[in-house]
């Protein structure tokens, strides 16, 4: 893992946590009073374990993250990255990330790039299938009884339609 794991481990150690170094991510562990703080951070793909979907962290032109508190720099995914990854775990809570990408940063995702980088990282089908079930979940309604259930309000009737006409937007490279 390198000198990078070096630099995260000891940041985590700092921070107070127990370090357990797996295969292709960290986990790292905090107790504050009653509240355990249970931290997965993923070193070289990120892989959803239910359907084995994976997307390789390093393949990514990731954003880098300077802090002056911590001293170096921490690459994060890019937004398409990030979606990608929220799309082919598609848990619930992946969803409700998903919705707030898409009403957050509608102007930051480009069709075209989404489509490159789910191809690039072989998730093209799953992005596809993911985004044509978030389609339904919009279409049915399926999505006020997910975004209640989470955040215990309902989605507005315009901002739902902003957002599958941009879901809408999101698949068309897929079905060209």
Known sequence: M????EKLEQLLKDLGFSVHPKNIWV???????????DVHIAVDEILDLNSQNGFPVRHENAVLLTSKQLGFEIPALSLHGLLIT????????????????LMEKPDELDSQELFRKAVESKNQQSVQRRLNELREFFESGEIDAIWYIWL????PIEIKATLLGKINKLLKPFTD
């Open 2 to 5: 390198g000198d990078s794991f």
């Open 27 to 37: 986990a790292a562990q905090k107790q504050i009073g009653d509240e355990k703080i």
């Open 86 to 101: 929220k799309l082919i775990s598609f848990r619930e809570n992946d969803i409700i990330d998903v919705v707030s990408i």
């Open 152 to 155: 215990r309000r309902m989605l």
